[in-house]
């Protein structure tokens, strides 16, 4: 029973480019949640979503980011322009329906910005 | 606004001592607490979880943590620590109900063998 799966584990980009972060939730789960952790920080919420639909995204940046789960494939987060202030872990968690309390977290993508 | 505060950025000890993180929340409802560690180069792993009932929680590798709620304190507690405890750790809130986790800022755990 594989958990929540993220991919790249890893990714390098330089100012200006695109990064794009993968998120497969625990088979059965239909909704998602992003977290950002900043070096020397916490885990931060950034986006809840459902298939489709976007729940929540208060703490989202407001430029740049954003977030899809559609109907098929995994759940996406885009960062467009990166800057250096990007540099931090990425973490997804996923959980089934009516049990949004009890989130189970992915490996996390590791960004750095050159 | 809710937020989670973990007292310690790092702590050092030496295996067998006994360890206590603490962990102090601000929310005037009813919540989820948790405590998560990540291994160096890991992810997230869920150590344990209070979400009613007995205050004493126990969870894996020993672990324990006790809710007093007049406190708002959620501070996790193992006996006697080893070396492969050495890791970072996480307290977190989720409002009953709710889906965003709060965390604080982790505790930093070194044991010297």
């Known amino acids: 029973n594989a958990g929540v799966m993220q991919n790249p584990r890893h990714l390098v980009r330089r100012r200006g480019q695109e990064a794009r972060l993968r998120c497969s939730p625990m088979?059965?789960?239909?909704?998602v949640y992003w977290y950002r952790q900043l070096p020397e920080e916490g885990l931060k919420f950034m986006v809840y979503?459902?298939?489709?639909?976007?729940?929540?995204e208060s703490g989202m940046p407001k430029e740049r980011f954003s977030a899809e789960f559609p109907k098929e494939g995994p759940s996406i987060l885009r960062i467009q322009q990166v800057v250096r202030g990007d540099s931090a872990a990425y973490f997804c968690?996923?959980?089934?329906?009516?049990?949004?309390?009890?989130?189970?977290f992915g490996p996390g993508t590791r960004l750095l910005v050159l | 606004a809710q937020s989670v505060s973990q007292h310690n950025h790092h702590v050092i000890l030496s295996e067998a001592a006994s360890l206590e993180l603490g962990c102090n929340y601000s929310?005037?409802?009813?919540?989820?607490l948790f405590w998560y560690v990540q291994y160096p180069g890991q992810h997230l792993q869920l150590l344990l979880k209070?979400?009613?009932?007995?205050?004493l929680v126990k969870g894996i590798k020993g672990f324990e943590a006790e809710f007093i709620k007049s406190k708002f304190s959620f501070n996790l507690r193992k006996p006697s620590v080893q070396w492969s405890d050495t890791a970072e750790y996480f307290c977190?809130?989720?409002?009953?109900?709710?889906?965003?986790?709060?965390f604080g800022a982790g505790t930093r755990l070194f044991v010297k063998a």
């Open positions: 968690a996923s959980s089934p329906p009516g049990a949004a309390e009890t989130q189970y």
């Open positions: 088979k059965g789960h239909s909704h």
């Open positions: 979503l459902q298939k489709e639909n976007i729940i929540d």
């Open positions: 929310y005037g409802g009813t919540v989820n």
């Open positions: 209070y979400f009613s009932g007995d205050p």
């Open positions: 977190a809130v989720i409002n009953t109900g709710g889906f965003k986790t709060i």
